[in-house]
């Protein structure tokens, strides 16, 4: 299973469980928290550690 599949698997069942035991707003700011923070994160990093990212992808780590 890829590093990929792990976290959406994690996001998925982190927004399932608040579904269920927390307040409609509630959920909504972790749904935001768990799509927003990965996607701050990578625009937090600078073009060359970006592009550092993308070929660490493209080539698989531990290859």
């Keep these: 299973m890829s590093p990929i599949q792990k976290y959406a698997i994690g996001a998925g069942a982190a ?4 579904w ?5 707003w ?7 928290g768990v ?5 701050v994160g990578y625009m937090m990093l600078d073009p060359s ?3 550092r ?4 992808r493209r080539r698989g780590i531990g290859r």
């Design 15 to 18: 927004v399932l469980l608040s």
């Design 20 to 24: 269920i035991f927390l307040p409609g």
């Design 26 to 32: 509630l959920t909504l700011l972790v749904v935001l």
């Design 35 to 39: 799509v927003a923070a990965p996607a």
């Design 49 to 51: 550690q970006r592009e």
């Design 53 to 56: 990212l993308k070929r660490a």
